[in-house]
């Protein structure tokens, strides 16, 4: 871990955190049984890890630097995805007594979240020549 990545990482973090909390001011009017802000940024940041791990892979079609790869996947995606948020969220509904909106909550965050990560994989691969890998790196896989 050397100086510029990490400043590297800590921009992506800064890009994904603005994107976070403006998609999550954009989603309020629609967010009053669920919060919707949070699934949407959940299912958008599994996608757009699953694609562009896959895609930019060092042996592939369209390799970028390790670098351009943690600012992606450990920066942006790290700031913009919100386990937290959506584990406050569904404790706060279990709590208020809603505790199937709470379940729905987990089920579609869950289940839309691998949906959507394996959807932006295999689009990844089809342009990437099949690519089966997503990271390549520990730390890719732990952002």
């Known amino acids: 871990m050397d100086f510029a990545t990490c400043l590297v990482v800590m921009l992506g973090g800064a890009i994904g955190t603005f994107f976070r909390y403006a998609i999550s ?3 309020l009017p629609i967010s009053s049984e669920l919060p919707w802000g949070t699934i949407i940024i959940n299912i958008l940041g599994s996608f757009i ?15 970028v630097s390790e670098e351009l790869r943690m600012f992606v996947m450990v920066g942006i995606c790290g700031g913009f995805t919100t386990f937290s948020s959506f584990s406050l ?21 869950v289940v839309l979240c691998v949906v959507a990560v394996a959807a932006g994989h295999a689009i990844a691969a089809y342009f990437n ?3 089966t ?3 390549q790196t520990t730390m890719e896989e732990d952002a």
Do not use: C, K, W
């Not at 890890?49 to 390799?63: E, V």
């Not at 208020?96 to 089920?107: D, T």
């Open 25 to 27: 001011l954009l989603a």
């Open 49 to 63: 890890i699953g694609f562009f791990g896959t895609l930019t892979l060092a042996h592939g079609r369209y390799p």
């Open 89 to 109: 969220q569904t404790l706060d509904l279990f709590r208020a007594g809603a505790i199937g909106r709470g379940m729905l909550n987990v089920g579609l965050s």
């Open 129 to 131: 020549g099949g690519e």
């Open 133 to 135: 890998a997503i990271a």
